[in-house]
């Protein structure tokens, strides 16, 4: 059986990993939101020169 100790490390360690996999997913989706507003800002651009454009 583990010790009382052992546990406690273990739930440590445990929670360490889960803020550290929590901190990496948000920075991710900072990155992807960022990418995502200027894809929507360069469509925004095309399209609004698209409609400039006399045909």
Do not use: F, N
């Amino acid at each position: 059986m583990v010790s009382e100790h052992a546990m406690l490390i273990l739930m440590l360690l445990l929670a360490v990993a889960v803020v550290i996999l929590a901190t990496g997913l948000w920075m991710y989706a900072r990155k992807v939101d960022a990418q995502l507003k200027q894809l929507s800002r360069c469509l925004e651009e095309g399209g609004a020169a698209h409609q400039a454009r006399p045909e």
